[in-house]
């Protein structure tokens, strides 16, 4: 049939043609996806809750993300992917919030240990603490100061009870118990001073937006948080609480496993000692136990466990670099089952490059060698906005150093040798979609590169990076693989339990050679031992995940 002036309908055999191989080139593309045995080996049950989920992300983007249909429900321009701080409070009241909070979300692989808690917790055990202080470096009169002067948390016996850090009497560096100076606070006393705190140890949702002020100026907020928590939660009976919460928040959230980087550098103190300890070791041997009491509790059960990855700075020096690394591999060989490998971190555009620290990084190859310990490299690595500069190049160096999992690597998308590179040699990229959005590598989800290296056939897992100072508010991941869903309409929820799934297979958890490292995961839950089992135990988890959804929303999809 033909419409007038000879124009084809769609019924027309040259238009049918065009739709056909229009559907053939799709479905080719679709062949080289990442994700694409998991979506073939989906069952019935599970085909169908994708399906449901699918209408039910339709339906909220036209309800609930969209002025167009009622502009008074949406006063302000709401729409699907949007930045994240702006759409926190809405996606949290969503059917499909619900869903993914359900999720069996495997394992975590990517996060910071001081910026895993929500900051309101950190702050309240602060105060609950005996014998925790507050000091800075002049008196805090105005908000110009409180917002730059430079503070202070520390364990002492020594606090002045009668200081007040508040006025120009104030004494630099005078020790304030917290709770004098929390309840003296000018400005809404106990409340307003957790309230402030949580603005200078956090990218505001003002800050988050503000991508015209560029990177640098985000990672400075950044880095001062970094300087500020760690006294609080490097002190023995907070950090037993901090790791017990963090440990239930995960598990409540549907994280069975999580790998943390951590600085055993960091200054710790011994509950009730005003002096940090002088051996790491006493760091390691509390978050074993802690892990360990976790685990066979109550609260506890159904939690795979904990390891540790070892983290050095990028901006130190030969010296200093050398001096961590010589304590990486003693105190691996005194917890060779809790640390799971090595790691360098901090502002990759400000920092060292990996070339740069290749005879560092070279002699620790070689040293775990001779003395027979496995700390593989879990590198950070294109973690930037630039293409070719010195920051961009971390990835070749990452991927020639061997590394068997990738921080972040933002920049992959713009490698094709490189790309073709991890796939061969089964690099995951740990992805961390809210923290580059946050810290202005992206403008939105929207605009995220992990849909074009999983359209490549890259292989990636979701994680959080550091929640409690990025605006998720709590240590698990629902946040971040909501966005992706919402904002990446090729994903669905089978493309994400390919993510969650794959986090299981790429876990370390236990020491293993580069070839076994290799076998267990192409083998996945064909093979032998733990990581086998885990995935197997995953597994039955999305069968049951998929069942619930069915049963809960099938009727009115």
């Known amino acids: 049939m033909q419409l007038q002036d000879g124009v084809p309908d769609a019924s027309h055999p040259s238009v049918q043609q065009f739709f056909q191989a229009r559907e053939q080139l799709i479905s080719k593309e679709s062949v080289h996806r990442s994700d694409y045995k998991f979506r073939q080996s989906l069952s019935p049950v599970a085909k169908r809750a994708c399906s449901i989920v699918s209408q039910i992300r339709k339906k909220e983007q036209d309800s609930i993300w969209s002025t167009t249909a009622d502009p008074s429900l949406n006063p302000t321009e709401l729409f699907p992917g949007m930045m994240f701080n702006m759409a926190k409070t809405h996606m949290e009241t969503t059917k499909l919030w619900r869903i993914i909070q359900k999720m069996p979300k495997g394992t975590l692989l990517h996060c910071h240990l001081g910026a895993m808690v929500d900051l309101e917790w950190v702050f309240t055990e602060a105060l609950k603490t005996p014998g925790m202080c507050f000091s800075s470096n002049g008196p805090l009169v105005n908000d110009e100061v409180r917002e730059s002067g430079l503070v202070e ?29 929390a309840d003296s606070y000018p400005n809404g006393g106990r409340k307003g001073f957790v309230a402030w705190m949580k603005d200078r140890c956090s990218i505001t949702q003002q800050e988050s937006i503000q991508h015209h002020l560029g990177v640098d100026d985000v990672w400075r907020k950044l880095n001062s948080a970094f300087a500020i928590l760690p006294r609080i939660v490097y002190y023995e009976p907070i950090l037993r609480s901090f790791l017990r919460h963090f440990f239930t928040t995960l598990l409540e959230d549907g994280v069975r496993w999580v790998e943390i980087r951590v600085a055993p550098f960091t200054k710790f103190n011994l509950e009730g000692q005003e002096e940090p300890t002088t051996d790491q070791g006493d760091f390691m041997k509390i978050v074993q136990d802690v892990v360990e009491k976790f685990k066979s509790s109550v609260e506890g059960k159904g939690f795979w466990g904990v390891r540790l990855i070892w983290s050095s700075i990028r901006f130190w020096d030969d010296r200093r670099l050398i001096q961590d690394m010589q304590d990486c591999l003693r105190l691996k060989a005194q917890y060779p089952d809790l640390i799971s490998g090595y790691d360098l971190v901090g502002h990759e555009d400000s920092g060292r490059t990996l070339s740069s620290m290749a005879p560092c990084i070279v002699w620790f190859k070689s040293q775990c060698r001779s003395l027979n310990l496995d700390i593989p490299f879990f590198f950070h690595a294109g973690e930037c906005v630039g293409s070719g500069n010195h920051t961009d190049h971390n990835l070749f160096d990452a991927v020639l150093f061997g590394t068997r999992r990738m921080g972040h690597g933002f920049s992959l998308y713009k490698h094709p040798t490189l790309i073709d590179e991890v796939k061969k040699k089964e690099i995951l990229i740990e992805s961390c979609p809210i923290s580059n959005e946050v810290l202005r590598y992206t403008a939105s989800i929207m605009s995220h590169p992990l849909p074009a290296l999983l359209a490549r056939g890259v292989k990636a897992a979701l994680a959080n990076d550091d929640p409690a100072l990025l605006g998720q508010g709590t240590s698990g991941v629902t946040h971040d693989f909501w966005q992706a869903l919402q904002g990446w309409d090729n994903l669905g929820l089978e493309g994400l339990g390919s993510l969650a799934q794959n986090s299981v297979r790429w876990a370390a958890f236990k020491d293993e050679t580069d070839e076994e490292w290799i076998k267990n995961i192409r083998d996945g839950e064909n093979g032998t031992g733990v990581k086998a089992e885990y995935i197997k135990e995953w597994n039955i988890e999305w069968e049951v995940f998929c069942k619930w959804v069915v049963d809960e929303f099938g009727d009115e999809n």
């Open 153 to 181: 948390f520390c364990f002492s016996k020594r606090g002045v009870e009668g200081g007040n850090i508040w006025e120009d009497s104030y004494q630099p560096g005078t020790l304030i118990p917290v709770t004098v100076a």
